[in-house]
């Protein structure tokens, strides 16, 4: 059975930094491209970052670039978004999601991932 668990969520205020971890469990996580997606109160769940099983490739929405940073570590089972320079359009849920093949800026569209988290929040305070 295949898990995602995502910490690391919390309340911040504006300008600070978060890191949030999804552990996963039940797959070959090495082989999976992983993902992040946010959704805010009253809003569609929307693409934030995405890295591909090696971690040699990354692709980030714009309205995050320069600001959150994937990174995973395959031995631990574990990817990461480190969340700096918070601005309060950041809170929403966070969830992670796998998909089995990397595919660039397709990357973005919820039907590429086969398995989801049940997210964190974030909340970053004005």
């Known amino acids: 059975q295949v898990q995602l668990v995502e910490s690391g969520g919390g309340l911040v205020q504006a300008g600070g930094s978060l890191r949030l971890s999804c552990a996963a469990s039940?797959?070959?996580?090495?082989?999976?491209?992983m993902g992040w997606f946010r959704q805010a109160p009253g809003k569609e769940r929307e693409f934030v970052a995405a890295?591909?099983?090696?971690?040699?490739?990354?692709y980030y929405a714009d309205s995050v670039k320069g600001r959150f940073t994937v990174s995973r570590d395959n031995a631990k089972n574990t990817v990461y978004l480190q969340l700096n320079s918070l601005k309060p359009e950041d809170t929403a849920v966070y969830y992670c999601?796998?998909?089995?093949?990397?595919?660039?800026?397709?990357?973005?569209?919820?039907?590429?991932?086969?398995?989801w988290g049940q997210g964190t929040q974030v909340t970053v305070s004005s």
């Open positions: 999601a796998a998909a089995t093949r990397w595919g660039g800026q397709a990357m973005s569209r919820m039907s590429r991932y086969d398995y």
């Open positions: 890295i591909s099983w090696s971690g040699g490739n990354t």
């Open positions: 039940g797959l070959t996580f090495s082989s999976y491209a």
